[in-house]
C-alpha cells in the first residue's frame, strides 16, 4: 500500500531507520505496488486519460502508475525522491534503446515537481499524487508541499487526483497498522501511523487552493502469497519506519507476523479487504 503504501516517511525524532532502501525498493515494486492497481484504473477510467493527457505522476515511485498511463497513449512525467524506486522505473519506462517496450514520451526526473518545468512544454492535463495519505501523522503537510511546486505547472482546470485510505472499519489492514502505533509509542514521531480520517483529501485541497470536483472509493484488497511476502510488502509501504527506529527490524517483523495471523488462508496466503479514496480537484 501508494503512498501508496507510501513511501520512505523519515520520523522527525531519532535516527533515520535501518533498512536497506535498494530491498525495501525492490519489495515495493515487486510486491507491494500492485495492491493499488484498482485505484490507478479507476481514476483513469473516470477521466478518460488517452492520448491527449500530459500526466505529471508525483511521488511516482516505481513507476507502475506511470506504466498504465503510457499504455493508455498518455505522455507521462514522473518524479520522486528515492532514487531506489527511480531506477526500478527506468527499467519499466526507458528500458535501453531499441527495447521493445519502451514508452515514447516517457520522462522520469529525481528530485522536486519545479525540477520537471519544460518551459516550451504544454501546461499538464493531469497531476497525480496516488501515495495513499491519512496513515501517517503529518503526511498531508509533505503533499501540500508537492501541490504547491506542482500546480503552477498544471493548465487551468487540470485534474489534481489526491488518494487516501478509506474508513479504518473498511480496511482490514488496519489492525496490522497499529503494531506500527504500539511499537513507535517511544518516539512520539510525526512519521507514525494514525487512524485515516474522513476529510484528509479535501483538507489538503483546500489548502493546495484546489477545487474538488467529484470523489470516489475504490476496493484494493492486498494479497500476498505468504506471511513473509505480507511482511515485506507492508514494511516497503514506510509506515513501520517509526517502529523500525524505536525498536528494530527483527522485533517488527515478529509483531507484524503475529499481527498478520488473522488474515493467513488454509494455503498460507495473506488476504486482506480495504478500501481506498480518491479526491478529483481542479486548478484555478
Same mark, same amino acid.
Given at each position: 500500500?501508494?503512498?501508496?503504501?507510501?513511501?520512505?516517511?523519515?520520523?522527525?525524532?531519532?535516527?533515520a531507520?535501518?533498512?536497506?532502501?535498494?530491498?525495501r525498493?525492490?519489495?515495493?515494486?515487486?510486491?507491494?505496488?500492485r495492491?493499488?492497481?484498482?485505484?490507478?484504473?479507476?481514476?483513469?477510467?473516470?477521466?478518460?486519460?488517452?492520448?491527449?493527457?500530459?500526466?505529471?505522476?508525483?511521488?511516482?515511485?516505481?513507476?507502475?502508475?506511470? $506504466?498504465?498511463a503510457?499504455?493508455?497513449?498518455?505522455?507521462?512525467?514522473?518524479?520522486d525522491?528515492?532514487?531506489?524506486?527511480m531506477?526500478?522505473?527506468?527499467?519499466?519506462?526507458?528500458?535501453?534503446?531499441?527495447?521493445?517496450?519502451a514508452?515514447a %514520451?516517457?520522462?522520469?526526473?529525481?528530485?522536486?515537481?519545479?525540477?520537471?518545468?519544460?518551459?516550451?512544454a504544454?501546461?499538464?492535463?493531469?497531476?497525480?499524487?496516488f501515495?495513499?495519505?491519512?496513515? $501517517?501523522?503529518?503526511?498531508?503537510?509533505?503533499?501540500?508541499?508537492?501541490?504547491?511546486?506542482?500546480?503552477?505547472l498544471?493548465?487551468?482546470?487540470?485534474?489534481?487526483?489526491?488518494?487516501?485510505?478509506?474508513?479504518?472499519?473498511?480496511?482490514?489492514?488496519?489492525?496490522?497498522?497499529?503494531?506500527?502505533?504500539?511499537?513507535?509509542?517511544?518516539?512520539?514521531?510525526?512519521?507514525?501511523?494514525?487512524p485515516?480520517?474522513?476529510?484528509?483529501l479535501?483538507?489538503?485541497?483546500?489548502?493546495?487552493?484546489?477545487?474538488?470536483? %467529484?470523489?470516489?472509493?475504490?476496493?484494493?484488497?492486498f494479497?500476498?502469497?505468504?506471511?513473509?511476502?505480507?511482511?515485506?510488502?507492508?514494511?516497503?509501504?514506510?509506515?513501520?519506519?517509526?517502529?523500525i527506529?524505536?525498536?528494530?527490524?527483527?522485533?517488527?517483523?515478529?509483531?507484524?507476523?503475529?499481527?498478520?495471523?488473522?488474515?493467513?488462508?488454509?494455503?498460507?496466503?495473506?488476504?486482506?479487504p480495504n478500501?481506498?479514496?480518491?479526491?478529483?480537484a481542479?486548478t484555478?
Amino acid at each position: 500500500m501508494t503512498p501508496t503504501l507510501v513511501r520512505q516517511h523519515l520520523p522527525h525524532a531519532g535516527a533515520a531507520p535501518r533498512v536497506d532502501l535498494r530491498a525495501r525498493a525492490r519489495d515495493w515494486s515487486e510486491i507491494q505496488e500492485r495492491m493499488l492497481v484498482p485505484l490507478y484504473e479507476a481514476v483513469y477510467e473516470r477521466l478518460d486519460v488517452g492520448p491527449t493527457t500530459r500526466l505529471l505522476g508525483l511521488g511516482c515511485g516505481s513507476g507502475l502508475a506511470l $506504466l498504465m498511463a503510457a499504455a493508455r497513449g498518455a505522455a507521462v512525467t514522473g518524479v520522486d525522491a528515492s532514487p531506489e524506486r527511480m531506477a526500478l522505473a527506468r527499467q519499466r519506462l526507458l528500458p535501453e534503446a531499441g527495447a521493445t517496450h519502451a514508452r515514447a %514520451g516517457a520522462r522520469l526526473v529525481d528530485g522536486s515537481p519545479r525540477d520537471t518545468e519544460e518551459p516550451s512544454a504544454p501546461a499538464y492535463t493531469l497531476v497525480t499524487a496516488f501515495e495513499p495519505i491519512g496513515c $501517517l501523522a503529518g503526511d498531508s503537510e509533505g503533499l501540500g508541499g508537492l501541490l504547491a511546486e506542482a500546480t503552477p505547472l498544471a493548465g487551468r482546470g487540470a485534474a489534481v487526483v489526491l488518494a487516501g485510505w478509506g474508513p479504518p472499519e473498511r480496511c482490514a489492514t488496519t489492525s496490522v497498522l497499529r503494531v506500527a502505533t504500539k511499537l513507535a509509542e517511544p518516539l512520539r514521531s510525526t512519521g507514525s501511523w494514525r487512524p485515516a480520517l474522513r476529510d484528509d483529501l479535501e483538507d489538503v485541497a483546500q489548502r493546495a487552493g484546489l477545487k474538488p470536483d %467529484g470523489s470516489g472509493r475504490v476496493a484494493c484488497p492486498f494479497g500476498y502469497a505468504d506471511v513473509d511476502s505480507a511482511v515485506r510488502g507492508l514494511k516497503s509501504t514506510g509506515l513501520f519506519d517509526a517502529a523500525i527506529t524505536a525498536t528494530d527490524q527483527v522485533q517488527v517483523d515478529k509483531e507484524l507476523t503475529e499481527a498478520l495471523h488473522p488474515h493467513q488462508r488454509q494455503d498460507g496466503t495473506v488476504w486482506m479487504p480495504n478500501v481506498f479514496r480518491y479526491l478529483i480537484a481542479r486548478t484555478r
